[in-house]
């Protein structure tokens, strides 16, 4: 029976992130290390014996960030349509028909004045005004976005995926249900609380994830119930796997 799943995977390191600054709408590159590591991603977890099965891919959701856009070229998932910021097509091998779509709902926490800076350099700021230490799951960022700014566009990106992808798989034999995992590429903030929303928490509670640049996150359900979302826990290669062999 059928249990689709979304992936979630941050883009990979950039100079920014290797010291600790928020990167919400500056536009960086990976850096070289930062570009291996995806590939070796790619290389580890994507194919048709792996945790990510580019042929069961229905679809690709992709920051508007240059960051996570080349994430997705390296991960190399095979897509046999032009990536929507390519003029034309790379010839490659195609391993799926998933479309990729670029949307602002899974771009990067909004850090308005906090852009740029460290977690450091926030607290001097905000202890020499005489204010409470920051928690942006509380708190947000000044002149950015608020927890409840980006409560509604996940949640709205969420309804998306269980409408048009596994609303009509979950629960059915693999063998009817149609092609519904899909893969979204995107922001450290961001993701964790892609992840809290998925599962119904509240961004205010406090979000005590990590996933760390380049790292990969499964989120899917109990059950095989819409209404019973979950994050999975490891263990999926290797039920992949075992499922084959059997």
Request: glycine share 8%; proline share 4%.
């Amino acid at each position: 029976m059928t249990t689709p799943r979304a992936f979630i995977i941050r883009h990979g390191e950039t100079e920014w992130s290797l010291n600790g600054r928020h990167t919400g709408t500056t536009e960086l590159p990976l850096t070289e290390n930062g570009e291996k590591r995806i590939r070796a991603t790619g290389q580890a977890l994507v194919g048709n014996d792996r945790l990510i099965v580019p042929s069961k891919l229905a679809h690709v959701y992709v920051s508007p960030r240059f960051r996570a856009r080349r994430t997705v070229e390296l991960l190399d998932i095979g897509c046999r349509d032009k990536l929507p910021w390519h003029d034309t097509h790379t010839p490659c091998d195609v391993r799926t028909e998933a479309k990729v779509e670029v949307t602002e709902d899974i771009r990067e926490w909004d850090y308005g004045d906090y852009e740029g800076l460290t977690s450091v350099q926030i607290k001097e700021q905000r202890e020499e005004a005489g204010e409470i230490a920051w928690d942006i799951w509380r708190d947000g960022c000044p002149s950015g976005e608020s927890p409840a700014d980006v409560t509604k566009r996940l949640d709205r990106l969420i309804t998306d995926i269980r409408t048009r992808y596994h609303d009509e798989a979950i629960g059915k034999p693999k063998g009817e249900a149609p092609i519904s995992d899909v893969l979204l590429v995107a922001h450290g903030h961001i993701l964790r609380a892609f992840a809290m929303r998925w599962i119904g928490r509240e961004l205010t509670q406090g979000v005590s994830l990590l996933l760390e640049a380049g790292g990969v996150g499964t989120m899917s359900y109990e059950h095989r119930s819409l209404h019973e979302p979950a994050i999975l826990l490891g263990g999926a290669f290797m039920v992949d796997v075992v499922e084959k062999a059997a």
